[in-house]
């Protein structure tokens, strides 16, 4: 059974750091990657989504990576701004037919200023 | 557009009574969901759907109902509500019909916070 795991469960940086968020899966056999926003009270905003054939996307300064082959896949967030703090969420989508998103619990980011 | 659209915001129900969540989407996608987000557990998938006359169960599908008439909208039952019930349920669509749209995004409502007493 494929497991998203998300490690660390929260995270705290001053602003203008470099970060990176940790997203491992068990099983390889995955149609792709997405990531996700999520605000306090707020639903699911797509960031960026990796093909399985794909190494990385890149969307202004965010950067996700992708290896399929270790089961990892990273969210490279550059000079970070307190609008950044939100909770970040990954899933993979495995590539048996008729199976839905396989989420990770999430890194809580908070971005002080 | 107005993409994913979910109501009510807020709903407190007493154990033993029923409702429906609505969603609607106006992007012309072929597939929608429910998931339900509590702490601790993450999100995970009620019902899905991948076109119109046409649903299937998720992980956690036992105490709710879907049914799928057109392709906008996807309605949710909870037909005898249950403290268990409790939660943030997101309803969420994209793009199914063909081999390409494998690769679309998942796009989400904002919420619904149901609260069973």
């Known amino acids: 059974k494929q497991e998203v795991t998300q490690i660390p469960a929260a995270l705290s940086v001053p602003e203008g750091e470099n970060l990176v968020l940790n997203c491992s899966f068990t099983?390889?056999?995955?149609?792709?990657l997405q990531w996700f926003r999520q605000d306090p009270g707020k639903g699911l905003t797509s960031l960026l989504l990796?093909?399985?054939?794909?190494r990385e996307q890149t969307s202004g300064r965010l950067n996700a990576s992708l290896d399929k082959s270790s089961g990892r896949s990273t969210l490279y967030i550059a000079a970070s701004q307190p609008g950044d703090s939100a909770t970040y969420l990954c899933a993979v989508r495995p590539s048996q037919a008729g199976t839905a998103l396989i989420f990770g619990k999430g890194t809580t980011l908070s971005v002080s200023s | 557009n107005a993409g994913v659209t979910q109501t009510p915001k807020f709903q407190v129900l007493k154990t033993g009574q029923s409702m429906t969540l609505q969603c609607a989407q106006d992007?012309?996608?072929?597939?929608m969901s429910w998931y339900r987000q509590d702490p601790g557990m993450g999100l995970r998938l009620i019902h899905y759907s991948v076109g119109a006359g046409i649903t299937d169960q998720g992980e956690v599908p036992n105490g709710y109902n879907v049914s799928r008439s057109t392709t906008e909208d996807f309605p949710l039952r909870l037909l005898s509500a249950a403290p268990s019930q409790t939660s943030v349920y997101f309803c969420a669509s994209r793009r199914q019909k063909t081999k390409t749209s494998y690769n679309s995004p998942l796009h989400f409502g904002n919420g619904t916070r149901l609260t069973v007493t």
């Open positions: 992007m012309n996608h072929e597939y």
């Open positions: 990796i093909q399985s054939s794909q």
């Open positions: 099983d390889s056999a995955i149609y792709n």
